[in-house]
């Protein structure tokens, strides 16, 4: 199946700054999703971005699809924005949606 | 308004029980969603309902047991629980099928299995 990669695992920021999180997966997609879940654990679903950018506020999100990766930047991070962010796909092979492992965001104040 | 809920929040039972959890959406939604999420944080997609009918079915044990008795409710059955049951399931919605729209997720059900 599609494999689905994160980087950085984890990641400590100061409140103000601005942070790049990187989601690369194993073969082609027809369905690409950005999702945070905050340290109370309920989960948002950011954005639905099989291909091309999309912004939402002080997050955005671009995903080239031929080369494979996503990427979602979040700008003057603050401490609300702390939690883990997960990447899922959907391979144009196949209809499941497979996330990746997660990157663990800290913004301290 | 709660726009998708899901009883109980909490629920603690012994291996070998049946218990099901249940998850309300208020969204006019057409598709709904389970996943699981192990205690590595690991989110794994179970099932998935478009109108009443059963769309996705991932490799989950046959102890797992969705039903939805209308659009708006899907609820999960788990018979003879195992300790590697725990975990926290969450219930999701969107308009469209399969993951094509924003999905709205409840709050999760945290089941511990002893």
């Known amino acids: 199946g599609i494999q689905v990669e994160q980087s950085p695992p984890d990641l400590i920021l100061q409140e103000g700054a601005n942070s790049t999180l990187r989601c690369n997966f194993s073969d082609s997609v027809n369905n690409l999703q950005w999702f945070h879940q905050n340290p109370w654990g309920q989960l948002i679903n950011l954005f639905y971005i099989p291909s091309g950018t999309k912004q939402n506020g002080r997050l955005s999100a671009t995903t080239v699809a031929t080369e494979r990766y996503s990427l979602l930047y979040i700008s003057s991070s603050q401490t609300t924005d702390s939690g883990v962010y997960f990447c899922?796909?959907?391979?144009?092979?196949?209809?499941?949606?497979?996330f990746g492992e997660g990157t663990q965001l800290t913004v301290n104040p | 308004d709660t726009a998708v809920s899901q009883t109980p929040k909490y629920l603690v039972t012994q291996m070998g029980n049946d218990k099901s959890i249940k998850c309300e959406q208020n969204l006019g939604h057409d598709t709904m969603y389970w996943y699981k999420q192990d205690s590595k944080k690991f989110l794994k997609i179970m099932f998935s309902y478009n109108n009443k009918e059963l769309i996705i079915n991932e490799t989950v044990p046959n102890r797992f047991s969705p039903k939805s008795p209308d659009k708006a409710h899907l609820n999960l059955h788990i018979n003879s629980l195992e300790l590697g049951d725990s975990a926290v399931y969450f219930c999701a919605s969107s308009q469209a099928g399969a993951w094509q729209e924003t999905q709205y997720f409840g709050p999760g059900t945290r089941l511990l299995v002893l």
């Open positions: 899922a796909v959907e391979a144009t092979s196949g209809s499941r949606l497979t």
